[in-house]
Each structure stands twice: as structure tokens, then as C-alpha cells.
């Protein structure tokens, strides 16, 4: 099996599968790196509208189940609300501030979540040897891992957060400016493409580590968790470590400093609010060069 699946990557590598010779030649360019991630694309879109489509076979669960997990997901700041009874402020921020940090972090996660929280997997995938499969289809395996058993009820988690951040910014008192109602929608997506980034790095480490999802969970429900509250309250060696490091400080905290009129406590400067886009493409290069060096590390199981 071991040597069957090394003579498969060398052939997708030398030319690619059969089949998928008219898709990379109407992307225009063959064996490209933009015709892999079209292709890659539109592998990911077939796979997921089929779980989409069995989903939706059984509206009434799929509602049920939406539901469900948005409510789980309510509790948590169902909990900072309770907090808020007691005290004014946290850290120097008011519940409504609290709620847009909470808010843009929970959507972000729960679009990650969407979209590629299937990736924890992979560790279990190659114990038991069914990445194996994966790697004889036509389509990059990064796609179909992140496809693989795609859950349309993740969706109550990023209405949730957007419902919460919602109602945070229409009653904060800020004054308005058209850059920082610009940043509220791109805080969220840039957001979620860097926890994105994070799930692949921590399903390429899996490759080495065999089951680490937990290790994954860490940094991004974990790190969710922490980004729901003001960065006022932790340590500035803590602060400088999701900056500069695990650069999860711009799923949120600086987007929104910058839109509450907040200094940031390490002294950054404000334009550093604006760089969330570009810190997402910088973590998502080494995560998916990560990536493509665990899968060609992969030898199977074995037979």
C-alpha cells in the first residue's frame, strides 16, 4: 500500500489524474499553483453541496441542530453578561465593548469553523489509513479533508457572534467614520482566515504528532476564548506572544481598539488595525507550505 501511494503522489505531481486535464486547461494554466487552487476550489464546492444536500434531507434536525449550537454558543457571553451585574467595567471596557470583541471573535471561529473545522480530523484519517483514498481522487487532498463531512450547522455559531456584535455596535457610542464601519466586515473575514490558518498548521503538525487535535483546539477555541475578553486584562508577555507570534491579536483586539478610539497597551500604532488582511495571507504561506510538506511525508500504514 506504502509504495502504491508514493507511485500516486509522484504521478499527480508529474501531470496530474485523468479527468482533470480540462479544468486545469480552461483555468489556463496547467500544474499552476492557480490552477491547483481552482481546482481545489471547485473540489471543495462539489463535496460540500453534497453533505449540504443530504443535510438538508432532514430540514427539520438541520434547524433543531442550527439552533442548538447557536444557543451553546450564547451561553459564553450569557456568562459576561451575568458578569456585568456585578461590575461595571472589565478592564477598563463596558458590556457593549465586550460584546463587539466577543461578537467578531465568535464569527470568525465559527467561519473557520465552517469551512475548514474538519481538518482536526486528519490526525484519526492517517491512523486508520483512509487519507489513503484521498490521495487516488482528483482533487488536492487539503480541499477534501476540509470538505469532508461538511457541517451546515456551524452556522449558528457565526450568526450568533454576528447577532452579539451586532447589538454591541448599535449601542456603542463611537463616532463613525467610514474606515471603521469598513473594518467591521473585514475584522470578521480576515479573522476567520487567520484561524483558518492556524486549523491548517495544526493538521500539518498532525503529520509528525499523529493526534494532535487538541494541540489545534488549543489556539483556536482557546484562543477564541481569550480574545473575548479586553486585552487590558492579561500580561503584556501574553500580549506580545499573540502579536507577534500566534498573531491572533488581529482576529479582533486591534481592529477594535482601533474602531472604540482605544490605545493599544503595547503602544503599537493604529494603522496596525488595517494590516489583518495581510497578516492572514502571511500565517496562511507557512501553514500551507506546512501543509504540503507533511502530505509528502505521509508513507501509509502499511498493509
Known amino acids: ?22 479544468f486545469r486547461g480552461a483555468a489556463g494554466f496547467p500544474g499552476t499553483w492557480g490552477g491547483r487552487a481552482l481546482e481545489g ?39 459576561i453578561f451575568l458578569m456585568f451585574s456585578h461590575v461595571d467595567a472589565l478592564g477598563g471596557f463596558t458590556l457593549p465593548e465586550i460584546a463587539l470583541l466577543y461578537g467578531a471573535s465568535s464569527a470568525s471561529l465559527g467561519l473557520a469553523d465552517l469551512l475548514l473545522g474538519t481538518t482536526e480530523r486528519i490526525g484519526l ?9 484521498m490521495l487516488v481522487r482528483p482533487v488536492p487532498v487539503l480541499a477534501q479533508v476540509a470538505a469532508d463531512r461538511f457541517a451546515l450547522r456551524r452556522l449558528g455559531r457565526v450568526v450568533q457572534g454576528l447577532g452579539v456584535m451586532a447589538w454591541g455596535v448599535a449601542v456603542l457610542d463611537v463616532q463613525w467614520t467610514l474606515a471603521k464601519a469598513l473594518l467591521l ?27 494532535a487535535a487538541e494541540v ?17 486584562v492579561f500580561a503584556k508577555d501574553l500580549l506580545r506572544g499573540v502579536t507577534f507570534l500566534v498573531p491572533l491579536a488581529f482576529v479582533n483586539w486591534l481592529p477594535a481598539l482601533y474602531v472604540l478610539g482605544r490605545p493599544d497597551p503595547l503602544g ?21 507550505l506546512a501543509w504540503r510538506a507533511g502530505l509528502r511525508m ?3 500504514t502499511g498493509s
Open 1 to 22: 500500500m506504502a509504495e502504491e501511494v508514493r507511485a500516486v503522489r509522484g504521478f499527480e505531481g508529474a501531470g496530474g489524474f485523468p479527468g482533470t486535464a480540462g
Open 41 to 79: 476550489l471547485r473540489g471543495y464546492g462539489l463535496i460540500a453541496a453534497m453533505w449540504i444536500r443530504s443535510t438538508m434531507a432532514y430540514r427539520a434536525s438541520f434547524v433543531l441542530s442550527t439552533v442548538g449550537n447557536a444557543a451553546i454558543t450564547l451561553l459564553d457571553f450569557v456568562a
Open 125 to 133: 484519517r492517517i491512523r486508520d489509513g483512509s487519507l489513503d483514498t
Open 185 to 211: 466586515p473585514v475584522m470578521v473575514v480576515a479573522g476567520a482566515a487567520i484561524f483558518g490558518a492556524v486549523m491548517v498548521a495544526g493538521a500539518a503538525f498532525q503529520f509528525v504528532a499523529g493526534d
Open 216 to 232: 489545534q483546539n488549543s489556539f483556536t477555541y482557546g484562543g477564541n476564548t481569550m480574545l473575548q475578553y479586553p486585552p487590558t
Open 268 to 288: 503599537l500604532p493604529g494603522w496596525l488595525a488595517f494590516m489583518s488582511p495581510v497578516v492572514a495571507f502571511v500565517v496562511f504561506v507557512p501553514a500551507s
Open 298 to 300: 505521509y508513507r501509509s
